[in-house]
């Protein structure tokens, strides 16, 4: 079962915008992690956040997580055509565990 | 530095005939590794994982199999392909839990 729900499934938005992505979840979790998959290609690993970071940054990256309200947001300043692509948010569970549940992403596309 | 290749990029099979896929890993040793499958527009499903050789552990039953021979070759396989097993499938490596993973750039399997 999918754990993590982005909003929205889809986003379209100019050159030069800002991009949010929002994910939530259902259930305790030690991180959250977001990726990028560009069409057709396996994912890429943005930013890894801990259960007790509420922030993190990664170059034009901003990532946020509120583990009261189970939701985390990716913020893409500044976006760029080459930002097109799926998002996923994807979260780790209890201790010991290493396995990773996805959720169904976002799409993004930047309009040049 | 690390690297993993998944091959072959693309493969179309007729149902029944079998299947296998190799996923292997260079630059790091004892990696957990993982099988995903992902549907058309949808998240990654996992489909096995492994700690160690010869340790895999499967997430759902399926009519897939999988083996671990050497520390980072990963092998998905089956005897006789379904249609339902035609999808996207990636292999990827992580340090173990807390860690991201890093995926191949994937498998597009069609079955006819």
């Known amino acids: 079962s999918q754990q993590g729900e982005e909003d929205p499934q889809a986003l379209s938005i100019q050159e030069g915008e800002n991009a949010t992505m929002n994910c939530s979840y259902k259930?305790?979790?030690?991180?959250l992690q977001w990726y990028r998959q560009n069409s057709g290609r396996g994912l890429v690993h943005l930013i890894l956040?801990?259960?007790?970071?509420r922030e993190k940054h990664s170059g034009r990256l901003r990532v946020t997580l509120d583990t009261s309200k189970k939701s985390s947001s990716l913020l893409i300043t500044a976006s760029r055509a080459a930002d097109t692509a799926s998002y996923f948010c994807?979260?780790?569970?209890?201790?010991?565990?290493?396995?990773?549940?996805f959720g169904k992403g976002t799409k993004l596309s930047v309009i040049p | 530095s690390q690297t993993i290749h998944q091959w072959p990029a693309t493969l179309v099979q007729p149902v029944g005939s079998p299947l296998s896929l190799e996923c292997t890993v260079e630059?790091?040793?004892?990696?957990?590794l993982y099988w995903y499958r992902q549907a058309a527009g949808r998240g990654l499903q996992l489909l096995f994982y492994?700690?160690?050789?010869g340790q895999i552990s499967s997430e759902v039953p399926q009519n897939l199999s999988a083996s671990r021979p050497q520390d980072r070759q990963f092998i998905l396989s089956s005897k006789k392909l379904l249609l339902s097993d035609s999808g996207f499938y990636l292999c990827?490596?992580?340090w173990g839990g807390g860690q991201p993973q890093h995926f191949g750039d994937g498998t597009r399997l069609s079955i006819l």
């Open positions: 630059g790091t040793s004892n990696p957990n």
């Open positions: 259930t305790s979790i030690n991180n």
């Open positions: 994807a979260t780790e569970g209890g201790a010991g565990s290493y396995q990773l549940t």
């Open positions: 492994s700690v160690g050789i």
């Open positions: 956040i801990r259960s007790n970071e």
């Open positions: 990827a490596w992580s």
